[in-house]
């Protein structure tokens, strides 16, 4: 778990970077695809980590709108301001975790049960969707997008056998 959630965090940090020498404009100028834009997706991606996070812990939820954030400044800020408490809850992460139920109460008064490992598996891969969505965006503006390998990152340690 650990390892794919620092995968996109690093992923993440350099696409803050990418969007240092993208005009304000493009960053916010409505896309096809994903929620809307560069900059409302880097937003999204914020938003649905730490929420999912204190979700499945029964704690309240982020309710501010794209709106307050439309500056990279200001979505690298909220990052920062949440990064913390993700970071803790995922490097906190057992087996023991993998399958505690979360009960996920919808509008029209349901109740879903998800496994906390499923819910958290969820998150990692709707950064890696959304990054995907990033950089069919960077090519349209002729840019190259961030490089979203794995191998090479230094994710892993590697142990001698």
């Known amino acids: 778990m650990d390892t794919m959630f620092r995968y996109n965090w690093q992923v993440r940090e350099e696409w803050y ?3 240092e020498d993208v005009p ?3 960053l916010l100028r409505s896309r096809t695809g994903g929620v809307g834009g560069i900059l409302h997706t880097l937003f999204h991606i914020v938003d649905v980590e730490w929420s999912w996070i204190r979700a499945i812990q029964g704690k309240s939820d ?3 709108s ?3 954030y439309r500056t990279l400044k200001k979505v ?6 949440f990064h913390a408490e993700v970071e803790a809850f995922v490097r ?3 087996v023991s975790m993998e399958k505690r ?3 996920d109460e919808r509008p029209d008064g349901s109740v879903v049960i998800d496994a906390w490992g499923e819910i958290m598996r969820h998150v990692i891969a709707h950064e890696i969707h959304h990054v995907g969505q990033l950089s069919v965006w960077a090519r349209e503006l002729g840019k190259k997008p961030v490089s979203s390998n794995l191998i090479g990152k230094g994710l892993m340690k590697i142990s001698e056998c």
């Open 24 to 26: 304000e404009e493009e």
């Open 101 to 103: 139920p979360f009960y």
């Open 76 to 81: 690298r800020q909220l990052d920062a301001e």
């Open 62 to 64: 982020f309710q501010e």
């Open 66 to 68: 794209f709106e307050g």
């Open 92 to 94: 906190s992460w057992d």
């Open 17 to 19: 970077r990418w969007c």
